[in-house]
Every structure is written in structure tokens, then in C-alpha cells.
């Protein structure tokens, strides 16, 4: 029986299977969350505290909860006396609630779009606080406020001083046409209190929006940018950070953000998130910023957006906001964002599936990469031929020296004109693509709530089959259903790996190395199952093009033609390289010695 060996190759493959691995363990481990229980914090907590705000007592979800202001018929304003009421500001795009208990924002119901379970979608509905403060005590939060509204509905302005203070406050909303920005205005003048600093709390408790809750979770985060560049604190559990000179800031969940931003940067901004368990809120934003004041008086422009994460449109706000959308780091982002955004918003303006748009984006993609996988095909072809030679070396020198054994297999592939990592190399190449598709389709809320065949959602997982019971180990690394295109996905795989085999002449490899071929795929079936639909449906139509290829190439290339050509390289005559000729100089002088 002949003894079965690791050739070169198979050692390549090993590792980079290996390193693919170890990669997605150690992403995986990255993003598991660490969550807190909401009901192990207490009142006496700081800023750091996660509970839902309930400072907001009033429920704003209904028309008949607003109190509508007075008439004032010497003016194009209406005026509300100081009491508890409830303004509005509404373009074609978001409606926003404003009430006069602390000038807070207390409704920011976007228009057009629709929670997982088809409720209106509301980024604030009382789960927010924004307040400016001079020292401990004199926050705009804690008065009642005597409002004016004006401009069709458009500009709100608030005014408000309390007994204690010795001063006022005065804040103006804003809401242009056509914008999910709204302009803000705030100042501050009298205060008996000589403060040098005026403090900007803003928390914001994040709803669930999407059907997967663990996802969500995962995606929510803050974002800001300083220095010239964006940063974020972690996805993973809690997290907080101190920053100076910060232009904005911006409280992520997965497809939807609100992005504070003064005028003139935050002189220094306190940041922290905590996680939330359960199935409502996903994360506590939290920061205590502040702006240089002078004697307690201050002016304060700044704006607020509250919208979808949509690159292209986060674009036009400028300030490099689209930053907030992770098409991943390095050359991933780089391709995300310059090759693959394109050809998706090419297709999308022609109103077609956007399954559809994924088949075409997958085909193009191929086709571009068509030369380096004909390469790749070609220098396994030639690998495959070579094998019975290379067998021959292998018995020729069995239990001896293993130096001279790699000597004379390289020295076959050198005469024939055989690179042995050229059947590897352009499948490295294509790696970043596969990378970069991976961050691409999970981030894209174009996606979202999109259906195509089975799935309802191609931007979360599809499922075909689920189950309320929690199964121990399998709920909490499987889920709770069965993702179709994940197992079809799954299943191309594994015969690609196959025809990866066949091609390579590599049907006789040990069985170790078989079962890792073969256990790779198989994982994905895990680590895929909750992913974006959007994502597995790519990966499948990728590798049934990679199969549909390969029939074509294989159909115009004779393996007893290749052979015949290695052959007959092999017997021409090799002219060495400088190199090669003082290499072999440098022996010879070696052996004299």
C-alpha cells in the first residue's frame, strides 16, 4: 500500500485553512457580548447608570396626548402658555415632539420606515435626555418652558427660567425641509453662578429595530471623530473614553443613528456605553460634554441627526459621517467602499430585486476575477499532472534525506515551469473581495426588510424552520432556526472543496487533512446561521459560478497535452539567470573548502 505524505501544497492548504480558523475564532470571541443586567445597577449611580429614562413621564405615542397652543393673532406665531404640552415639527422625511417639561426631545419618528414587527419606527420616543448645565444644578432639563412656534411649524423656540436660577435659558428647534437634521440653538444668560464651563448630557437608551436583538446589539455603538479622524468605542460589552476636541458624535444602532454636532468642537467629551440584557433596548449612550462659557452666559448652535445609516446619503450631510457605516478596516473598507458601493448604487436606480442586484453584482464580480481563476485552474491542471513524477520522488527517496527529496521535487517543478503556490496565490487575491463582502452586505440598510424567495429580510437572517425552546449549547451557538440560503450555501461548499480535491489530484490525502478540508464548510453552517441572508445568498451564487467556470475551463484544457508540454520544457535547454550562475559558483568554491 503506498504511504500517504503531506506534499507541499497540501501543507499551503493546511496552514491558510488553519489561519482562516484561527481568524474566525478570534473574531468571533471579539464580538461576543458581555451584558449587564439592568436590574443590578442602582438610583445612586452617576451618568454611568443604565436604566431606561423615565425622567419624561408623559407617554407621547398617541395625537390626543399633545395640548394644542393657543392662537396668537397679532403674529404668524402660535404661543403655548407653561404648561405641560407637547410641540411639533414635521417635514416629508421625520416628525419630531418637542415638549416644553425641560425642552426635551421626545419623539423622532422617521417616516418611511417600519420596525422588525412593522411598528412605526421611533429613534426617540422618551428614551432621551439632552440637556445644557452650568455647574450641578442649573440644567435647562429641570424647567418648565414658555414656547413660540413659527415658520408653518418649522422653528420652535423655548424659554424658560426658574426661581432658584437666576437665569435663563433659551433654545430653538429648528427642521429644515427635506432633512433628517434638525438645527438647534442654545443659550444661556443672568446666572447668578459664574461658571466658566457649560456642560451639553446626552443619553440615549437605543430600542431594538431589528429582528435579530443579539446583532443589533453587537452593531450598536458610539462613534465620533477627532483629530482628523473617526474612531468608535467597542461593540463588545461596555466601554467608555475621554476625548478632546471632538466635532461630533454619534450614537450607532445597526441601521439608524442620531450625530450630535457643535458648531465649534467640544472642548473635552466624557463617553460610555452600557449593554442592556433583554429584548427592548439594546444599548445606554451616554457623554457629558462640554464648551468653554464666560460668566455663566453662553451660545450654543448645533445640529442633530436623526436618520438611517445609508452611506450614500450620510454623504451629503458632509463631515465624513458616513464613517458610522463599518465596511471594515484597511483594503475591506477600501474595496467596500470604492468598488463594491458603486456597482450596487448602479444597479439599484434601475428599481430592480434586490436578490436580482445581488445575482448581478456576483456575476460581474466573477467575471472581472475570471482571469485569476483560469489561472488558478490552470496551475492546479499542471500540479495534477506532475503528481505520478512527484509520487516517484517521494518512493525514491522514502526514509531518506527529506532535504534531498524537497531538492529534487523543486527542481521538477523548475524544469517544467511549475509554480506550486500558483494554484494558492490567485485565490489570495480574491480573498479580500470575500472579506470585504462579508462587512458589506450586514451594513448595507438597503437591504433591509427587503424580501426575495423565501427570506423577508435579506439584511437578517432568513429562517424556514424555528423554535421557541432554548436548547442548551445549540441556541446559544446555532440560534433558534435554520437559514435555507445558509445551508445551500454551506452545501456548494463542500462541493467546491470536493472539486478543489479532484482537480488537485489529492483524492488519496491522509484523512486528517480530509477532515479538515471538509470541516471547514461545515462550521460556516454555525457561524452563518444568523448572519445576514443577504450575505449567504452571495457566497452560494459565487461558488455555482466558481463551479459553472470550471466545467467551461476544464472542457478546453487536455491534462495529456499539459503533460506533453511539461515534458518538453523540461528536455529544452535551461539557460541559468545571473543568479542562479553565481549560486552555483559560490557551491563549487564551497566544496573546494
Known amino acids: 500500500m503506498e504511504e500517504k505524505k503531506l506534499d507541499r501544497n497540501q501543507i499551503i492548504g493546511f496552514l491558510m485553512i488553519g489561519a482562516i480558523m484561527l481568524w474566525f475564532a478570534w473574531w468571533s470571541s471579539s464580538n ?3 451584558t449587564v443586567e439592568p436590574a443590578e445597577q442602582t438610583k445612586e449611580e452617576t451618568v454611568e447608570t443604565v436604566q431606561p429614562i423615565s425622567s419624561i413621564e408623559q407617554p407621547i405615542s398617541k395625537e390626543n396626548d399633545v395640548v394644542v397652543p393657543a392662537e396668537d393673532s397679532a403674529s404668524d406665531h402660535t404661543v403655548a402658555e407653561i404648561t405641560d404640552s407637547i410641540f411639533w415639527l414635521e417635514n416629508q422625511l421625520i416628525r419630531i415632539g418637542i415638549t416644553n417639561k425641560g425642552a426635551q426631545i421626545v419623539k423622532a419618528h422617521l417616516k418611511g420606515f417600519k420596525t422588525w414587527d412593522s411598528l412605526p419606527l421611533n429613534i426617540v420616543d422618551s428614551n432621551q435626555i439632552l440637556a445644557f448645565r452650568l455647574g450641578d444644578k442649573n440644567t435647562s432639563a429641570a424647567l418648565m418652558y414658555n414656547g413660540v412656534l413659527s415658520n408653518n411649524n418649522k422653528t420652535l423656540t423655548l424659554s424658560g427660567k426658574g426661581n432658584n436660577y437666576g437665569g435663563e435659558f433659551e433654545i430653538t428647534y429648528a427642521l429644515p425641509d427635506s432633512s433628517y437634521q434638525l438645527q438647534i440653538n442654545a443659550s444661556g444668560k443672568g446666572f447668578t453662578t459664574k461658571e466658566d464651563k457649560v456642560y451639553i448630557d446626552w443619553q440615549l437608551d437605543a ?32 466601554d467608555d473614553e475621554e476625548e478632546p476636541k471632538v466635532s461630533w458624535l454619534a450614537y450607532k444602532q445597526h441601521f439608524f443613528s442620531s450625530i450630535l454636532e457643535p458648531q465649534v468642537p467640544f472642548e473635552n467629551s466624557k463617553i460610555v456605553i452600557k449593554e442592556f440584557t433583554g429584548e427592548e433596548y439594546t444599548k445606554s449612550m451616554r457623554s457629558e ?24 446619503l450620510l454623504k451629503t450631510y458632509g463631515n465624513n459621517y ?62 495534477r499532472v506532475l503528481k505520478p513524477e512527484i509520487d516517484e520522488i517521494n518512493k525514491k527517496f522514502e526514509g531518506k534525506d527529506a532535504v534531498k527529496k524537497n531538492q529534487a521535487v523543486m ?5 517544467a515551469g511549475v509554480n506550486p503556490l500558483g494554484g494558492c496565490i490567485p485565490m489570495l487575491v480574491q480573498m479580500p473581495i470575500l ?22 429580510d435579506l439584511s437578517s437572517y432568513d429562517s424556514i424552520i424555528s423554535w421557541q425552546a432554548q436548547i442548551p449549547i445549540i ?38 487533512m480530509k477532515y479538515i478540508m471538509y470541516g471547514m464548510p461545515v462550521m460556516l453552517l454555525f457561524w452563518f446561521n444568523s448572519y445576514s441572508a443577504g450575505l449567504s445568498y452571495y457566497y452560494l451564487l459565487a461558488n455555482v459560478i466558481t463551479f459553472s467556470q470550471q466545467f467551461l475551463i ?32 559560490m557551491q563549487k568554491q564551497q566544496k573546494k573548502k
Not at 460634554?289 to 450614500?312: C, E, M, Q, V, W
Not at 463599518?326 to 430585486?353: K, T
Not at 527542481?411 to 524544469?415: A, G, I, V
Not at 446559544?476 to 467546491?496: A, K, Q, R
Request: aromatic share 14%; charged share 20%; net charge positive.
Open 32 to 34: 461576543a457580548p458581555e
Open 207 to 238: 430600542f431594538r429595530t431589528e429582528k435579530s436583538v443579539k446583532t443589533e446589539r453587537q452593531k450598536a455603538t458610539v462613534y465620533y471623530w477627532n483629530e482628523d479622524d473617526s474612531h468608535s468605542l467597542s461593540v463588545r460589552g461596555d
Open 289 to 312: 460634554n462640554y464648551i468653554n462659557a464666560t460668566d455663566g452666559s453662553f451660545n450654543l448652535p448645533l445640529s442633530l441627526y436623526y436618520g438611517p445609516n445609508k452611506y450614500k
Open 322 to 383: 458616513q464613517d458610522v457605516v463599518d465596511f471594515g478596516w484597511g483594503i475591506f473598507g477600501w474595496i467596500g467602499r470604492g468598488v463594491v458601493i458603486p456597482i450596487f448604487n448602479w444597479l439599484e436606480q434601475y428599481g430592480i430585486n434586490y436578490g436580482i442586484i445581488i445575482l448581478i453584482m456576483a456575476l460581474i464580480i466573477k467575471l472581472v476575477l475570471f482571469p485569476l481563476t483560469y489561472t488558478s485552474y490552470k496551475s492546479m491542471a499542471k500540479m
Open 411 to 415: 527542481e521538477l517543478y523548475s524544469q
Open 435 to 456: 472579506l470585504a463582502m462579508f462587512n458589506f452586505f450586514p451594513a448595507s440598510i438597503e437591504l433591509r426588510q427587503q424580501s426575495f424567495l423565501w427570506a423577508d
Open 475 to 512: 441556541s446559544e451557538f446555532y440560534g433558534n432556526h435554520i437559514s435555507l440560503f445558509t445551508v445551500l450555501m454551506t452545501i456548494s461548499t463542500l462541493i467546491y472543496t470536493y472539486m478543489n480535491s479532484q482537480m488537485q489530484g489529492n483524492s488519496n490525502q491522509i484523512p486528517g
Open 554 to 585: 476544464r472542457r478546453t484544457l487536455d491534462d495529456d497535452a499539459i503533460h506533453a508540454k511539461l515534458q518538453a520544457k523540461r528536455a529544452s535547454p535551461k539557460k541559468k539567470s545571473k543568479f542562479q550562475q553565481r549560486l552555483a559558483e
